[in-house]
């Protein structure tokens, strides 16, 4: 298990950027898969994108495929997602997700999670 924390959350218009951070404690955090998930307002938790231990293979939902770019710095033990061309849709509370264990695909439901962080808001204005 690892523990995470996310940042980087914030207010900002349609069509701007942010950049989200998750920092994970432990170890062994090159050996796991990481993503992102969202919920909001009134939706249940949804898939964003995911990243293997190695960072080589990226996967994304589509409504976020091309805007988002989700990565990785082992060294760091810090996973990122980089938000462009936000939309008021994008509106949600943005969690890091932790895969169950070394070396364990992380899919895009919210079973394959082994470790949350506690999230971060995401506003987008219109």
């Known amino acids: 298990q690892v523990q995470l924390v996310e940042s980087g959350g914030g207010l900002v218009q349609a069509g701007g950027s942010l950049r989200l951070s998750c920092a994970a404690s432990?170890?062994?955090?090159?050996?796991?898969?990481m993503g992102w998930f969202r919920q909001g307002p009134g939706k249940e938790r949804e898939f964003v994108a995911r990243?293997?231990?190695?960072?080589?293979?990226?996967y994304y939902a589509d409504s976020v495929k091309g805007r988002f770019t989700i990565s990785r710095d082992n060294a760091k033990n810090t996973v990122y997602l980089q938000m462009n061309s936000l939309k008021p849709e994008d509106t949600a509370i943005y969690y890091c997700a932790a895969g169950r264990g070394p070396y364990m695909v992380l899919l895009t439901t919210a079973g394959s999670v082994g470790s949350w962080g506690q999230g971060t808001q995401v506003t987008v204005s219109s």
């Open positions: 432990g170890r062994t955090f090159s050996t796991y898969a």
């Open positions: 990243i293997k231990w190695s960072g080589g293979s990226t």
